[in-house]
């Protein structure tokens, strides 16, 4: 499986064309159905501070590779799969900066202590901190409904029945009306929409259509309990830093959470 990314350094003037990126790693991980283009505005600034910043696109988004057909999406594979991309760059101690999805898996990795205890030396999150929870006793259908979704997308997916645009401002359009799917009141600037779609649709003849793998439409069919995400969040011993919007636009939870 073969992982695309986007790299921003800041360059020396004495530095000679294709000489390697220098700065402090930072792995920047991005959320769900988005891709490495949602850190085009911070990674520059953060490279003119010195970072090197590093932002992949997940399996089955952006530019990456899609998953096997018989593979499925678990936020439980994302930690392996950005340690895999650490290890490829040789990072022995690096930052991550997640968003959303991005952010989960950086908790993970907190969490878990992956790659090893001490190569995550600062985790910044936006939005999120920590994978989605569910309740016990709503396992058994979170299983039926995951399973049959997987299965749907699949045969969708064998049969090539995804939506093809007349134009890339076609898809840009139905990315923008999307927000309106998601909880709370969430929403996605034209100039947002625009860089997303721009990485992330594909021409097909004289129209266009999304790249990602379909099947990430697929709701999970497991999920972690909140004293399980409670736990990881507790065994945290990176500096963190959690960053939310404020207003109508912040992202939906009870305030019990963080009490």
């Not at 991309?85 to 992956?114: C, D, E, N, P």
């Not at 920590?130 to 396992?139: A, I, M, Q, T, Y």
């Not at 064998?158 to 909880?183: F, H, N, W």
Request: proline residues 6%; aromatic residues 8%.
């Amino acid at each position: 499986l073969t992982l695309a990314a986007q790299a921003w350094s800041r360059r020396a003037p004495d530095d000679a064309p294709g000489a390697p990126l220098r700065g402090r790693p930072v792995l920047a991980l991005h959320g769900w159905l988005d891709n490495s283009n949602s850190f085009l505005e911070v990674a520059p600034a953060l490279a003119e501070q010195g970072f090197l910043v590093v932002a992949i696109d997940w399996p089955g988004h952006g530019r990456s590779q899609h998953r096997s057909l018989d593979a499925s999406y678990l936020a439980s594979d994302l930690p392996w799969y950005a340690g895999e991309v650490v290890h490829q760059l040789q990072w022995s101690r690096f930052a991550v900066l997640g968003h959303s999805m991005g952010a989960a898996a950086g908790t993970l990795m907190a969490g878990s202590q992956y790659p090893s205890s001490d190569a995550l030396v600062a985790l910044c999150c936006l939005d999120l901190l920590g994978p989605l929870s569910r309740s016990v006793g709503s396992s058994g259908q979170n299983l039926l409904k995951g399973l049959k979704s997987r299965e749907k997308y699949l045969q969708r997916q064998l049969r090539g029945t995804q939506k093809v645009y007349a134009s890339l401002e076609d898809c840009i359009a139905a990315r923008l009306r999307s927000m309106k799917a998601l909880p709370g009141q969430q929403r996605l600037t034209d100039l947002s929409a625009q860089r997303l779609v721009q990485r992330g649709a594909v021409q097909e003849g004289h129209g266009w259509r999304f790249g990602h793998d379909v099947r990430l439409n697929s709701p999970s069919p497991s999920y972690y309990t909140e004293e399980q995400v409670l736990a990881l969040l507790q065994r945290i011993e990176t500096p963190s830093l959690l960053i939310e919007a404020e207003g109508p636009y912040a992202w939906p939870r009870d305030p019990k959470w963080w009490t």
